[in-house]
């Protein structure tokens, strides 16, 4: 009883920041509704049913935290074919066909289905559908409407469309691709600007705030018409009542056809693909840990689908960009998934007059820009790394799901990676006469668990391992042994890497152990074990700003240390890393007994086309002693923001310039102030402002979020000296 | 409730077995070929004979011959003096019906198949031949993967924990067995089914609840062994040490990879209870150990 009396009161204490974080996504989901929806040519305002009946049914019935639910990039190659062979009307019978299917998988608890696939196979596919998306809308965005039948045609048509945008005469046109040019620059550079404020906003929000001012500013200052042609502006966004009275048609004729089930097996595919997908990568993110459950929400995402086909709105699924924006504003349960949808329904019913002042190459640029970041040469790269086969994978998927179709595309990606496996190992009675046999076997050895796998393990059967290790909680210690196993195929390997991640985050240990052992056997060129090994990628020659610090650390005697380190997990405890994923830590600068420490780090935030990689110069310092857990930053705009939020300043006595000037955020009030003693406040008060954070034993220190001159860096050192002196 | 079920019938099967525990096998019998692996084989079930005090009987398929009785002669010379009691039986015929109807005869206890797991095709073959006659076989089976001349010491045995009631015979066995050849460690495995475990695994709830269940049934399962364990004379548990193993698998596949993990020498199962046409089909229990051979295999009849 008190149990759920507590669960109810942090709840509400929860749900100012959940309003806040639903409000961020929900400036984000309008352009992106609209935008993918026409995208698959379905009406503008279908995208954003979806994501208010995703947002309304899955917040209240899902098993997951903080995901968002909404229409998704992956359906829109499907929803195209879907709809042009159709018919809108009949593309809603099958959208609310796949959704039962869903419902039905959540039921039969096929959860796990995602797990069946290779990951260069689905990587291929999301390219692909990358590739459509990008071929199609890039016309649209230079003013340049087309018809191919090919989606390659639509790709080599690209440059034709270039040359002709830079030759238009009619001002109209050239207006419209200007505005699409725009958005797409500041799709590309808005993750670039570290601007507290300008950040507020998400990119695409930006997009529609700009050009809704721009058309607002021809009509009301200078009483012009909007100088874009009127057939590249969006059209046919309903009233809010015109929604309700106007629920299409479902047309459920075409049901006993071949094209009909194709697409709703595609759709239930890619729409359970990419939700299992989003929901594994967003799970390590959320910042109280959580595990979600799966085949709850692939049942509430199977129902919400259903009502949305019937309300007029395409498929639902989990989306990670979304969700990921969630996240890092702090959203922390299923209520911001409603929010956002409150919001947009609130958009929807204040400001869909205004929506139409969107020019149409403006929103497609940001779907030009999702479409790139899907299949950007970047991704290939990464997959070339892990191995050329991985690479042949990719590229027969990619090329079949382009020419043929997104079912084709997936089952041939398949069949190729089991090919390659055969002929890799040279025989097939090791799938043959193992594939069904249980090869995993877990036990408890004291305190650990430990996991032995036998023959091979791959994509065919990695089911059979994630079962026992999903059984494991993330806090204790996993060993995986493969000493017996022949074969481990690089799905295998990235998911285990997923593990490891997994585990190390909430405070476990995951290890892998008998893999070197394949090195010696000449028989398998594990050029999928790549993966996993910490790679310390040693540069030859030094950049003149790492000579600069070996100088320094000369003329300090510090230890410098210019390469790439990945084992970053002293950081992991910081409030600070909680929403964020460090990818390495280079160039470091250590006194003698290394309690002081700094370094360049590069880290992200959010994920897909939300994510940001920022480069800092930080400072780690190794305290002897325990002090209370606490974050100090300066007084400004956005920490107001935050604590109408939810997060309150705490109150030094006596020192009223410094609670003015700084802003002091901790859970154990009393230990903080007693901490914050007249020295120490005194100290911070005539220094110079960093965000200064402490996890209990250890302090992180930085300015901002960018790579400190050597100045600087020196001033950050003598900064923690100091303080490691007042503190102690 | 369920522990107390177990230990009525425990009693009932204590009183049956406790002659039966002194000396379990009265007759070794062992199939022979007349195959590089000869001396091996011979040497090991000598080898057993002796430890286990019993008569040794020689099944070999084929025709009686004074080569083939002078060649055995001369392998077994070297246990002469420690006065092996050995009998030969020649008869042709179909492999698995010659050697069955000759334990039969000669009322055989343990019967031991000798393979060399390097031969890949032999020990397949020696898989099927063993599958057959464990299915028919009416005593106890031995399979060896690695017969060896000299003598390799036993140090560990895994011995199953299976909830059914021909287990507590095989521990008990177990433990002469390994009293007997002198074992260091002998490690009683309890393969919980999956079934067990109501919960489905979800999210962290559903883990918790699981977490809890499964402590609980390695608890019962622990204390289930242990009972089993102080049914048995002292004479033989008081040299070993005894460990208990609760494993959370598909039964008769986990002990197996188990004892191939934990580099046991010796591996110790109930033989099926029954065999349905169903049971060839989906491989369980000791077919999968049959197929897989970890280590040596010790059915207990």
Known sequence: MSQKKNNIKTFFQALPKNIFSGFVVSLIALPLGLGLAMASEAP?????????????????????????????????????????????????????????????????????????????????????????????????????????????????????????????????LLYAAAAGVISFVIMIFYSKIRNKYLQLIPAPMWIVILSIAFSYYFELVAHQNNPIALEYMISGIPEFSEIIEQIPTIDFSKIDSLPFWTSVLALTLIASIESLLSIKAVDKLDPEKRRSNVNRDLKALGLATIGSGFLGGLNVVTVIARSSVNVNNGGSNRSSNFFHATFLVVFIVLFSSQLQRIPLPALMAILVYTGYKLASPENIRKIFKIGREQLIIFFVTLLVTLKIGLISGIASGVVVTFILHLIINKSFS???????KPNVLMFQEDRNYYVSVKHFCSFLNF???????????????????????????????????????????????????????????????????????????????????????????????????????????FLDSFLFFRVKSINYIYNQLSNKNEAINTFDIEFSEGEFIAKEVVRSTMLHIKLDKSIPEFTLDREGFLEKVYAFAGFKDIPIANHTDFSKRFYLLGEDTKAIQAFFTDEITHFFESNPYYHVESNGHDLLIFGRERLASIKEIKALYDFGKRLQQVVS | ????????????????????????????????????????????????????????????????????????????????????????????????????????????????????????????????????????????????????????????????????????????????????????????????????????????????????LKERLRNRERSRINHIIEDIPEEFTKDIVIKSQPIFGTQGYSIGHYAQIARADLLIMNAPTKMTFWDRLFPHDIEHILTELPTDVLIIQ
């Open chain 1, 44 to 172: 503008p305002i279908s995208g954003v049913i979806a994501a208010v009946v995703g947002g309304v049914l899955v917040s209240i019935l899902g098993g997951s935290n903080v995901t968002i639910s909404g229409p998704g990039n992956g359906l829109v190659g499907v929803l195209l074919v879907a709809i042009s062979t159709l018919g809108i009307e009949s593309a809603y019978a099958a959208i609310i066909c796949s959704g039962a299917l869903l419902l039905i998988l959540g039921f039969l608890r096929l959860g796990k289905l995602a797990d069946f696939f290779p990951s260069s196979a689905i990587q291929g596919m999301l390219a692909a559908i990358g590739l459509i998306i990008l071929g199609k809308q890039f016309h649209i965005m230079l003013a340049h409407r087309i018809k191919r039948e090919d989606t390659i045609d639509y790709l080599l048509e690209i440059p034709f469309t270039i040359n002709d945008a830079i030759h238009y005469n009619n001002t109209g």
């Open chain 1, 430 to 436: 090791l799938f043959g006469r193992n594939l069904l």
């Open chain 2, 1 to 212: 409730m369920f522990v107390r079920y177990y230990e009525k019938n425990y009693l009932h099967f204590f009183r049956n077995y406790l002659t039966v525990i002194q000396k379990p096998f009265k007759t070794i019998g062992l199939g022979i070929a007349f195959s590089p692996n000869l001396k091996a084989n011979l040497y090991e079930a000598a080898r057993l004979a002796l430890f286990f005090e019993s008569k040794l009987v020689l099944i070999h398929v084929g025709n009686a011959s004074e080569d083939k009785l002078e060649s055995l002669k001369n392998i077994l010379n070297t246990f002469k003096k420690d006065n092996l009691d050995y009998e030969v039986i020649f008869k042709p015929g179909d492999p698995v019906e010659v050697i069955l109807g000759a334990s039969e005869e000669k009322k055989v206890d343990l019967l031991v198949i000798g393979a060399a797991k390097r031969e890949k095709i032999f020990t397949y073959y020696v898989g099927s031949i063993a599958r057959q006659i464990t299915r028919k076989a009416k005593c106890s089976l031995l399979l060896l993967i690695n017969p060896s001349i000299e003598r390799l010491p036993c140090q560990h045995i895994v011995v199953n924990g299976l909830i059914d009631p021909k287990t507590e015979q095989t521990i008990a066995t177990a433990f002469y067995v390994g009293s007997k050849l002198k074992a260091e460690k002998l490690t009683i495995v309890e393969e919980i089914k999956q079934n067990e475990i109501a919960v489905k695994l979800n999210d962290d709830k559903s883990l918790r609840k699981t977490t809890i």
């Open chain 1, 463 to 569: 089911y059979k391992l994630k079962a026992k290790l999903d059984a494991v909680p993330e806090t204790e210690d996993v060993i995986v042994d493969f000493s017996l196993c022949k074969f481990v195929d690089h799905t295998v390997m990235e998911n285990l890497n997923n593990y490891q991640e997994l585990f190390t985050k909430r405070g476990g240990h995951f290890e892998v152990l008998g893999l070197d052992l394949h090195d010696t056997d000449s028989k398998h060129p594990f050029a999928l074990r790549r993966l996993l090994p910490v790679p310390n990628v040693i540069k030859k020659s030094l950049t003149r700003r790492q000579t600069t610090i070996e100088e320094l650390a000369k003329d300090y005697q510090l230890s410098y240390v210019s390469k790439k380190e990945r084992e970053t997990h």
